[in-house]
């Protein structure tokens, strides 16, 4: 089985995990949620060689979205490159990714632009990097449209701002709902099993089974 590689590339003031997943084979790639600080996602992209396809979206707030369409338009202006898709969130979060420049301004972040996905997501969706494939799942409640990457082959999944080591997503923002937060965490999160690893927006890494255990919000 061709080897699926994984880097991440923290970007913007929020330190934002940017991840990179890539067939070693290939080199074909996605870029899941290039929130900005695109220049450095571009030098990560060319050290590795990397033939990237899609950019995949978690959610809409602006340390993840708000550099997507300024690495697309960097990604199609290359010569001979294949147009590289927007592919998700869930629909429900058009309502954020239509205001990302305001967004971006209330934090004195300027160029942040409003993103229109060429493809939503929904629950039961499934997308591919090279022969690699995700199950989408929808778990709301930090956004109303999250969704979540997940690689049963490999036990892997990206959680974006599901939930982290020890914590969990915050739901103070605008359409934030705790309740369903900790729902989709333990209807959909929980039952992938413990051994599965997992990238998160923010921080260090983790697994299933070690926030199963320890993490004081899900006890
Ligand atoms: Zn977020």
């Known amino acids: 089985m061709p080897r699926l590689r994984v880097a991440v590339v923290p970007v913007t003031p929020f330190s934002q995990n940017c991840t990179l997943l890539w067939d070693d084979e290939t080199k074909e790639a996605v870029v899941i949620d290039a929130g900005g600080d695109v220049p450095r996602i571009m030098e990560a992209v060319t050290k590795q060689g990397l033939n990237v396809q899609a950019l995949w979206l978690t959610h809409g707030h602006l340390d993840h979205a708000g550099g997507v369409i300024e690495l697309r338009d960097l990604l199609n202006a290359r010569p001979g490159h294949t147009p590289v898709d927007i592919v998700g969130p869930d629909r429900r979060d058009a309502v954020l990714l239509d205001n990302l420049q305001q967004q971006g301004e209330m934090f004195g972040l300027k160029g942040l632009r409003n993103v229109t996905p060429d493809r939503w997501l929904a ?97």
């Open 123 to 219: 629950e039961g969706d499934q997308v591919k990097v090279g022969t690699h494939v995700f199950d989408v799942l929808h778990c709301p409640g930090h956004t109303p449209g999250h969704v979540v990457f997940v690689n049963h082959a490999l036990k892997f999944a990206q959680v974006g701002d599901v939930l982290f080591q020890g914590s969990v997503g915050r739901t103070d923002f605008p359409y934030g709902n705790h309740a369903a937060l900790i729902d989709a965490i333990k209807t959909k999160l929980l039952p992938l099993g413990d051994d599965f690893s997992f990238v998160c927006g923010h921080g260090p890494n983790s697994t299933i089974g070690a926030e199963r255990r320890s993490n004081p919000f899900i006890q």
